[in-house]
């Protein structure tokens, strides 16, 4: 069993995605408790305006593979990892299918955590926590959500598959699934988004969950258990409670 050291002025946390919404929360969450943060975003105007007291502001996009790996050249240690800068783009049109915005979509969600756990993990010791940021919307396929549900499925396989290997390294990984959280992501949204949290919720939670270690999050735990009850019944049956527009 690895010794844990729970003196939060002596744990760095690494966020990605920390210039806004769910990651600027957790930013100031994790230094209002005295963590040492280092955030990441594209801009280091926007990363030191919004988190002036990061330990560092790393600016790099996460789908540029060698500004991942220069990024963590600057980084020596990191004691929870969490990875949660994503996109979230629309297939409107799902005859005229929208190649470009379904490889931006899987680019930046999925593809660009090879690169970040290539560069990022090697920083994080036994004793270390992984955290990658999915959705409830892997749950229940929704419509319109192709591009953003495929790339988070693919988180959901790579964390859980993920925690049984770094199980041997003793570095714990948590999966997070948010429900619908107030951010400039889903300001875009044009339609109902039950259960709304704030980011400030979302992070609150996440910090918690991460705290102890958990392997899994979901919240609002009103909504997510509703999906997952809905995710039991006949695909055509939780379409129409879902989504109304479907013919399927
Ligand atoms: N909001 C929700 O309801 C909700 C629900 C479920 C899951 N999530 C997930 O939670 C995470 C955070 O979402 P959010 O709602 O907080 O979104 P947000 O407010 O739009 O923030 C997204 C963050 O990701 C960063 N980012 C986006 N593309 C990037 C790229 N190519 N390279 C580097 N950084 C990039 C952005 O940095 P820049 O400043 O550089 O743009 C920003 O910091 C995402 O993974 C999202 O899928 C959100």
Same mark, same amino acid.
């Given at each position: 069993m690895t010794k844990q050291n729970d003196n939060p002025r002596a744990k760095t946390v690494l966020i990605t995605g920390?210039?806004?919404g769910i990651g600027l929360a957790l930013y100031k969450q994790y230094v209002d408790l005295g963590y040492q943060v280092v955030t990441c975003g594209r801009d280091k105007e926007t990363l030191a305006r919004?988190?002036?007291? +990061?330990t560092q502001w790393l600016a790099f996009d996460v789908n540029d593979i060698n500004a991942v790996a220069n990024a963590a050249?600057?980084?020596?240690?990191?004691?929870i990892l969490i990875l949660n800068a994503g996109t979230c783009l629309y297939i409107d049109n799902a005859k005229q299918f929208d190649g470009n915005r379904f490889r931006e979509v899987i680019n930046t969600n999925l593809l660009a955590m090879g690169a970040l756990l290539e560069n990022?993990?090697?920083?994080?010791? +036994?004793?270390g926590q992984l955290a990658l940021v999915s959705s409830s919307a892997t749950i229940f396929p929704f419509s319109r959500a192709e591009a953003y549900g495929a790339s988070k499925a693919g988180v959901d396989y790579l964390a859980n598959s993920l925690r049984i290997d770094l199980a041997k390294e003793h570095i714990d990984v948590c999966l997070i699934h948010p429900g619908f959280i107030k951010t400039p992501l889903t300001d875009k949204n044009n339609f109902a988004m039950p259960f709304l949290l704030t980011a400030e919720q979302a992070a609150e939670r996440i910090f918690q969950g991460i705290k102890r270690r958990k392997h899994y999050l979901h919240f609002p735990k009103r909504l997510t258990l509703l999906l997952k009850l809905i995710a039991f019944l006949p695909q055509s049956l939780g379409n129409s409670l879902l989504n109304k527009d479907s013919n399927t």
């Open positions: 920390a210039s806004s919004l988190t002036p007291l +990061a050249e600057q980084v020596v240690h990191i004691d990022f993990l090697p920083k994080v010791p +036994a004793g």
